[in-house]
């Protein structure tokens, strides 16, 4: 059963960086797993630690005013590269439930919400408030609410956002495609009838 | 009857189920899966008591983290984290009885050339696969493109992917190729006119005499790195062409429905005034061979140009490309042809068919190379069986090269094949992130073409310059 997504309010980290790519978030070594959990320690794992292992400083999830953070804000199309769902894993274990850019890949958007992760795209200027808002590092506070469709900053400033009606749905209630699908499967067998006359060599 | 385009047509009859609100339920013709991002799958199955609806339709194939050295077959030849997820996939396969081809088989190979070599891909079908790549099968006209794990589990349960439609968009490039400009220059170039995130939210379909002229192998490079646009999926409408490839493999239509698959595919274009939402047009005679310099693979010019330098840039990209020179250990001005290289890569789902090898062997014919490592792994052991009977493997041993087990290898790492830090790679594969290779390695995507003239040259080298 996936987590509900419906009001979030946490710590937002800046990271402007562009095409952060999901061979970033989490490094092909963490994909040879056979679960969903444990990965949020080797998130951004080549950014975050040196060959030893040792944190890097200035990276901003190592800073301690960001340790904690709930919210990522990221720059253009984010996620972008391979499918591995492994990146949305890492970023829910490590506590991320959010991420706001101003695009993302869309293999990787579509993963968000099947782990009760909320992507947001926002307009370049609305970026550019939010990213300025997460640089204010222990008051970088933001509150999502998806209810609403809202985004809050500290000073008490709203920005809007739009999401997908369904997505919406399922996330605000925790809902399960699988079991969703099912309750279709008169249409899903009727098609397959159908299909299987016409193009009998599939 | 309203202009459709290619997408609208297979979309169209695929449409198992659709909701008030515009959610789509789209029946999947063929389920790829590796070993990678299905165990998790199949045991979310498991764990709800839930089996695969079509196992028949579902191909599974060990390749990303399979050694690509003789012994392989060994356990020891594997880390203990490969072993089990290998070991996870065989055993799947067989309690919930899909198509399997173990590493034993010589028809194993990556799961995009399996795929089409074997007839699992044919036109007019919808394809997925947990592997952003599969955007490859696109060159059938089939409708592929890379899912999540999630989304694995709910294929192998249903048959069926949630998805609302995308938007079209047509990319065109006219007239004729020059020598030494392959397929793989064509979509890197691609790239670099719309940007990685250029084809977010559409559909791509190539299109145009330079297409059109293309042979399969090489309209499956152009689909291949559609996702490296962005764009959920690459289509190319099947010709002649598609139906000589597709016919008498093991699992083409067989006689009778032969006929009958043809009336359909013969339907399977884009019709003259539908409507596309985006038009991108190259000439196919203004694209030269290109290489990438940076750590995105829309930082790409032509093989003659120079570094640029960050203050070239716009925006965000502007930290990005500064960042990309530091970590390639590369300065502004620099011209690319004499950049050094240590390793040539030449495979992966993008270019390891028996062309690509073909069009490599051609360069590297009795020359020997100034590389300190080069290695060719072909798609699949069908692939590298055919080279050895062509004769390319004696050409590549003879030149220097290590002639490899099918696999996906040093495209992504996942097996023992990786850039050491600071290591600088030739590479035919498709993405140049950083630490893709390796850590801290350094990668320059190419044709394989151009990895040859590198290998041999021991630096970036316009292929057209080879005698």
């Known amino acids: 059963m996936m987590e509900k997504f419906d009001k979030l309010t946490g710590i937002a980290a800046p990271l402007p960086l562009v095409n952060i790519d999901t061979d970033m978030i989490i490094p092909k070594q963490f994909l040879k797993t056979i679960k969903r959990s444990g990965l949020g320690v080797n998130l951004f794992d080549e950014m975050r630690y040196d060959r030893q292992g040792n944190e890097v400083e200035d990276f901003v999830l190592n800073k301690p005013q960001y340790r904690d953070a709930q919210i990522l804000v990221a720059g253009d199309n984010f996620g972008c ?84 009606p369904w997505r919406k749905h399922c ?30 060599w599939v | 009857m309203s202009p459709k385009t290619l997408y609208d047509k297979i979309w169209d009859a695929h449409l198992a189920h659709e909701a008030e609100d515009g959610t789509c339920l789209l029946y999947i013709d063929r389920h790829l899966v590796h070993e990678v991002t299905s165990p998790q799958a199949f045991e979310g199955l498991r764990m709800a008591g839930r089996t695969v609806r079509a196992p028949d339709k579902t191909i599974a194939v060990p390749d ?25 996939l065989d055993t799947n396969a067989k309690d919930f009885g899909i198509h399997y081809y173990p590493v034993s088989d010589i028809r194993q190979g990556i799961v995009h050339i399996v795929g089409p070599e074997q007839g699992w891909t044919l036109p007019g079908m919808t394809v997925v696969c947990g592997d952003s790549h599969t955007a490859t099968h696109g060159a059938f006209g089939a409708l592929a493109h890379g899912i999540g794990t999630s989304e694995v589990e709910h294929v192998l349960a249903t048959q069926t992917l949630i998805q609302q439609k995308s938007k079209n968009m047509k990319v065109e490039i006219t007239g004729k190729l020059k020598p030494g400009v392959t397929a793989k220059d064509i979509t890197l170039a691609v790239i670099g006119e719309t940007g990685t995130a250029g084809g977010t939210g559409y559909v791509i379909e190539y299109c145009g005499e330079a297409i059109r002229d293309l042979s399969m192998e090489g309209r499956m490079t152009v689909c291949n790195m559609a996702i490296e646009g962005g764009a959920r999926a690459g289509l190319i409408a099947p010709d002649e062409k598609t139906y000589q490839y597709v016919k008498g493999r093991p699992h083409a239509p067989k006689a009778g429905h032969w006929e009958q698959a043809m009336e359909w595919w013969k339907t399977l274009y884009s019709d003259e005034d539908a409507h596309w939402d985006k038009v991108v047009t190259l000439k196919g005679e203004e694209i030269e061979p290109v290489v990438t310099w940076g750590t995105s693979p829309e930082d790409v010019l032509p093989i003659t140009a120079s570094v640029p330098a960050p203050e070239d840039f716009e925006g965000g990209k502007v930290d990005a490309a500064r960042r990309a020179l530091d970590y390639m250990g590369l300065k502004a001005g620099q011209k690319l042809t004499d950049i050094e290289i240590d390793t040539v890569f030449i495979g992966s789902c993008t270019n390891g068919r028996i062309e690509d090898l073909r069009a490599a062997a051609e360069i590297l014919k009795g020359k020997k190379i100034k590389v300190k490592r080069a290695m060719i792994v072909p798609g699949s052991g069908l ?11 004696d050409i590549f041993k003879e030149a220097g090269f290590e002639w490899r087990l099918a696999g996906c290898s040093m495209c992504l790492a996942m097996n023992p094949d990786q850039l050491s830090e600071g290591e600088r790679c030739a590479a035919t594969s498709n993405r140049n992130f950083e630490g893709r290779q390796g850590y801290k390695g350094r990668t320059h995507l190419v044709s394989p073409a151009m990895a040859a003239a590198a290998a041999v040259t021991g630096h970036l080298t316009d292929v057209r310059e080879m005698t």
């Open chain 2, 64 to 88: 990303h983290n399979v050694p690509t050295t003789e012994g392989r077959e060994n356990p020891e030849a594997m880390t203990e984290d490969s072993r089990i997820q290998v070991a996870a």
């Open chain 1, 171 to 200: 996330l605000l209630n925790g809902l399960d495609d699988i079991g969703l699908t099912f309750e279709k499967s008169a249409s899903i067998d009727a098609f397959e009838a159908k299909a299987s006359a016409e193009r009998p």
């Open chain 1, 81 to 164: 590269g391979s499918s591995r769902e492994h990146a949305p894993w890492a970023l829910l274990d490590f506590g991320i439930r959010c991420v706001i850019s101003t695009s993302f890949a869309d293999i990787f958007y579509n993963n968000c919400f099947k782990n009760g992760i909320l992507p947001i795209v926002v307009s370049p200027e609305e970026h550019a408030k939010l990213m300025d808002d997460a640089e204010r590092g222990a008051n970088a506070v933001l509150t999502v609410d998806l209810e609403n469709q809202t985004i809050s900053g500290p000073d008490g400033g709203e920005i809007g956002f739009e999401v997908d």
């Open chain 2, 383 to 393: 692939v590298r069986a055919q080279a050895e009977e062509e004769g390319l493997a």
